[in-house]
């Protein structure tokens, strides 16, 4: 193993020029298209997934009024943060993204902006590909039970969910090519789903809910007597299906023509997310037979009673095909994006071993450790799952709370640093600065709601872990720093940081 400084062609390209402009050498393989770049945010952020495997959550925290015009009103705001992420994403894109970004904007606490900024991001990333493995887990364990009558207990939920694990981190070795092609068959795979779940549901059933229910039932199940509150809670299942389209930053090292693609991938996956999941959600909640009976279903899943209920049990079964078929798409985009994630942070010296998890295999441009650091931590992330029947939901909270204020602290200093800041290609004008600081507000008012209690009475089975996974990982970050990142943890010298040697690397095996 050598470390090493290539050219060959993609030196002389214009996305390898401007990438060295920025520090770093092109390593990874750029074989992903504009449309490949869009299709993996498209998939991460995955209706099918987000608002399926938190349906049940949503009918208990507001009921499908809150699902509804909560879907209505997270979607705008995140179309504001999305836009405003990809706006410094024209400027910087690199694979290491927001921390790169936040350390380039912080001024003269630039690298303890970009160390805690990319902790924050690396803790989201990761909790999202277990949330998203645990939800496929969750559904393929209905599935099952429809079809050979298997009990979904929370061990066999926990095997399927590391078969998922490990058959995403042997797709993901499989290089970037694979990945893209994978994420481009998902965007028609989630358009067309999309389209014929809700076309089944809207026109099988004899009898649907009426408008009113749909749009204005309100379910506060939560044990907190306060309707205001538990209407709060019930926004996670949008914000967190609304997660992960920083994947298009991540990938930029590898796409063509990033500064605008990755920008442009950024928001055309919210804004076709926005309305496809409507499409879904309002199909869903007007094809409920009963209720009570959906919320209880012994398949484990909601969503599952409703296709049983609604179109019968074959049906319901080629339905959940549909629905495992997206979200498996939607994990191996997630792991892509948060290998690259803990290959970037690695070659920047920040993470324990970074020596080994920034190494790339020469012959498919993938970093392979970090493939597999990414499913391994995922896998330990949703072990608490197998103890407590509400962890799947601090899970969930973790991908939000952890990913969430990452997205907001280079938006953040792109506001500070407004009058010096260069926009890339893809900008928003004079609508940047506005902009960012209604994103910088929203952020900081998920985070806070979604580290509250979600159930009452609050014991060791209803208590919300992911405020303690947030301090646990700020905690670590803060003491790796003490120990080692002061001393390894450099970003490259760029025109703007010229005159010192980062020592920052990467490895090829």
């Known amino acids: 193993m050598t470390n090493t ?9 214009p996305d390898a020029l401007h990438l060295k402009s920025l520090g770093y050498n092109q390593v990874l393989h750029r074989r992903m298209s504009p449309f490949g770049n869009f299709a993996i945010s498209f998939s991460v952020i995955s209706v099918l997934s987000g608002c399926m495997t938190l349906f049940g959550y949503g009918l208990t925290h507001g009921g499908p009024a809150v699902m509804l015009w909560g879907w209505i009103a997270v979607g705008a705001a995140v179309l504001v943060v999305g836009a405003s992420l990809a706006e410094v994403t024209s400027a910087y894109p690199t694979s290491g993204a927001l921390y790169f970004q936040a350390e380039k904007l912080g001024g003269k606490h630039g690298r303890r902006w970009g160390w805690y900024t990319g902790w924050l991001n690396l803790l989201g990333l ?33 095997v399927i969910y590391l078969c998922i694990l490990a058959l995403h981190a042997g797709l993901n070795l499989g290089g970037v090519h694979l990945v893209s092609i994978l994420n481009s068959v998902s965007v028609w795979w989630h358009l067309v789903g999309v389209a014929v779940i809700a076309g089944a549901l809207l026109l099988w059933p004899a009898q649907h809910q009426s408008p009113r229910f749909v749009f204005g039932h309100f379910v506060n199940d939560t044990g907190f007597a306060n309707p205001v509150y538990a209407a709060c809670l019930g926004l996670l299942l949008a914000q967190y299906t609304f997660c992960g389209y920083d994947a298009s930053a991540h990938l930029s090292e590898e796409t063509r023509d990033a500064q605008r693609s990755a920008a442009q991938g950024i928001v055309r996956a919210i804004g076709w997310s926005w309305l496809a999941g409507f499409v879904l959600l309002a199909s869903l909640l007007f094809a409920i037979q009963d209720y009570a009976g959906t919320q ?30 997206a979200q498996l798409f939607c994990g191996n985009a997630e792991v892509a994006a948060a290998s690259r994630m803990a290959f970037a942070f690695s070659r920047d010296g920040a993470l324990p071993g970074s020596n080994l998890w ?6 498919t441009g993938t970093p ?24 799947y939901a601090a899970i969930t909270s973790i991908n939000v709370i952890g990913i969430t204020p990452a997205y907001a602290i280079p938006i953040f200093l792109r506001w500070r640093s407004r009058r010096t800041f260069q926009p890339g290609p893809w900008n928003l004008g004079r609508w940047g ?77």
């Open 5 to 13: 400084q290539p050219g060959g062609p993609d030196a002389l390209d």
């Open 126 to 158: 990761l909790g999202a590909i277990a949330g998203i493995d645990y939800g496929a887990a969750l559904f393929t364990g209905a599935f099952l039970n429809l079809q050979w009558g298997i009990e979904p207990t929370t061990g066999t939920i926990m």
């Open 296 to 325: 209880n279903s012994a398949t484990g899943v909601p969503p599952a009673q409703i296709f049983i209920d609604a179109l019968g049990v074959t049906a319901a079964k080629v339905l959940l095909l549909v629905v495992i078929g």
């Open 358 to 363: 920034r190494r790339v295999s020469t012959r």
């Open 368 to 391: 392979v450790a970090a493939v597999w650091l990414s499913v391994g931590v995922a896998a330990v992330l949703a072990l608490p799952s197998l103890y407590s029947a509400t962890a």
């Open 433 to 509: 600065a506005p902009a960012a600081i209604v994103a910088v507000c929203w952020v900081v008012a998920v985070t806070l709601l979604f580290c509250l209690p979600q159930t009452n009475p609050i014991n060791v089975d209803t208590f919300n872990y992911a405020p303690i996974a947030l301090v646990c990982v700020l905690l670590l970050a803060f003491i790796w720093y003490r120990v080692s990142g002061h001393r390894n943890y450099h970003l490259p010298p760029t025109p703007r940081n010229a005159g010192r040697d980062t020592g920052s690397h990467y490895e090829t095996i």
